[in-house]
């Protein structure tokens, strides 16, 4: 028999290899960094050598194309609605599709870093609004937009009365949070059981930030004496339902603001945990308010929230609880003391936001909710960069308010300086130069950025 390609074999990943890689797919390199005890490069060193290396055609019955699909939109879907996408539930759910094959079926880590690639599922894309979505979810989300554009057009809505509306659920781990152990994990915006708090967070087409109304489960004792006057709280010990979540937000905010407008209005949200209720709708009928609810698995090219706003209200509020949890190793935290400092870092997230309106119109115009204006038009390569740059500079602002004056321009430390070119020249080559992109379907060279900060 012939023997193997040696210097093929070698340029392949080990099964351990490939089970790192995926969990940084499914989630980040820094997680992935922090379960496997290996560092965020080198993993990012293993996906470079994966693209670079990809053996020949696999062996054995594996998903259809059709099948693929169905299983890309189910990793979207999951991600709307925080749910955690993980080696196991994307094996069990590929395994369920896979059942319908004669003859049996096979998986594989191998199989499953190919198909996170190969669909763009990146949990950190920054160009999303220009990537494709699955085929079963792309007509809804064509005819969507459609719909809403026809909506502002025929009914001249004005930009201070096309909202977004979206929700940010953090979950709490109460035994971490109390354990002498690192409390890092106490804290996370993706869980299966019931969120410690709801954040809904809302914008308007004409730059303007709404009052963010946070529910939190269970009643801290005390309650926050002092509630930035961008939020407002309600507590709960049993917590709120989805239908009382959406019909405190249409009476404490939306139904305030619409009636200071005293116009017609459109009203983006998702199809998820916001059930819209005979007494919702009544809401928003009494504001003259179209609900346009965004299709399941299109958020990510619909939703302006979702372009930049949430990711980075996110991305924040992780990076300041994983900076107070060193801070407190070894120290007792309560509920109450922490619902304080997320209300503090919320606040400081949305007060930066909100000094930035043309960022917040931008995100509506990119996610295709306004009609494109002359100057906005121009492929969806363009949609992309544009969506980069808003993100990166909004996690410039909001790193600038960590220790630097407001009107302070941000500057690398001299080692950064050095380091960070050659970073990027070698990611850009990878994923936008010299590689060939039609051969792979992956990463952009910023979202690897992203990964690995």
């Known amino acids: 028999p012939k023997e193997p390609d040696v210097g093929g074999r070698r340029d392949q990943l080990s099964v351990k290899k490939l089970r790192v890689v995926l969990f940084a797919l ?26 670079s290396h990809q053996p020949r055609a696999l062996q054995g019955r594996y998903l259809s194309l059709e099948a693929e699909e169905e299983l890309a939109q189910w990793v979207l879907t999951q991600r709307e609605q925080q749910l955690p996408v993980t080696e196991e539930t994307l094996f069990q759910k590929a395994t369920k599709l896979g059942r319908s094959l004669d003859g049996g079926f096979k998986i594989s880590y191998e199989w499953a870093v190919r198909f996170m690639l190969r669909h763009r599922l990146s949990g950190h894309a920054r160009r999303a609004v220009a990537q494709p979505l699955p085929k079963g979810v792309q007509g809804s989300a064509s005819a969507f937009l459609e719909f809403v554009q026809r909506q502002v057009l025929t009914q001249a809505l004005p930009l201070a009365m096309i909202g977004a509306l979206d929700e940010l659920s953090l979950f709490l781990d109460a035994e971490v949070l109390g354990s002498e152990d690192r409390k890092e994990g ?108 965004v299709p399941a698995g299109c958020s990510a090219k619909a939703q302006p929230l979702d372009v930049c706003v949430k990711r980075s209200v996110r991305g924040f509020l992780h990076k300041k609880w994983r900076e107070r949890a060193r801070e407190v190793a070894e120290a007792a935290l309560d509920c109450a003391t922490l619902l304080q400092l997320v209300l503090s870092w919320l606040a400081e997230a949305l007060r930066v936001i909100g000094d930035c ?55 690398s430390s001299p080692q950064e300086e050095e380091e960070e070119p050659g970073e990027q020249e070698v990611l850009q080559q990878l994923f936008e130069g010299e590689s060939e992109a039609e051969s792979f379907h992956g990463f952009e060279e910023a979202e690897l950025e992203l990964m690995e900060m």
């Open 186 to 293: 106490a804290l996370q915006t993706v869980g299966t059981g019931e969120p410690w708090c709801d954040v809904l967070l809302t914008i308007l087409a004409d730059g303007t930030v709404l009052p963010a109304l946070v529910l939190c489960r269970g009643r801290p004792c005390p309650l926050p004496s002092v509630v930035p006057s961008t939020i407002l709280l309600e507590a709960r010990e049993g917590g709120y339902s989805d239908d009382e979540a959406m019909e405190l937000w249409a009476s404490r905010v939306w139904h305030k603001h619409a009636s200071c407008q005293g116009t017609k209005g459109m009203l983006v949200l998702d199809c998820h945990r916001t059930h819209l209720s005979e007494e919702v709708l009544a809401v928003l009928s009494s504001s003259s308010t179209l609900p346009a609810v």
């Open 26 to 51: 499914c989630s980040s390199t820094e997680q992935a960094a922090e379960h496997f005890h290996n560092p965020p490069r080198r993993i990012l060193r293993w996906l470079r050598r994966f693209q």
């Open 357 to 411: 309106p043309e960022l917040v119109h931008q995100s509506f115009l990119l996610a295709g909710v306004l009609p494109p204006t002359a100057g906005t038009a121009g492929g969806t390569a363009g949609t992309g960069e544009r969506q980069e740059e808003l993100i990166s500079w909004l996690e410039q602002r909001l790193s600038l308010e960590e220790g630097q004056g407001a009107g302070e321009t941000p500057r």
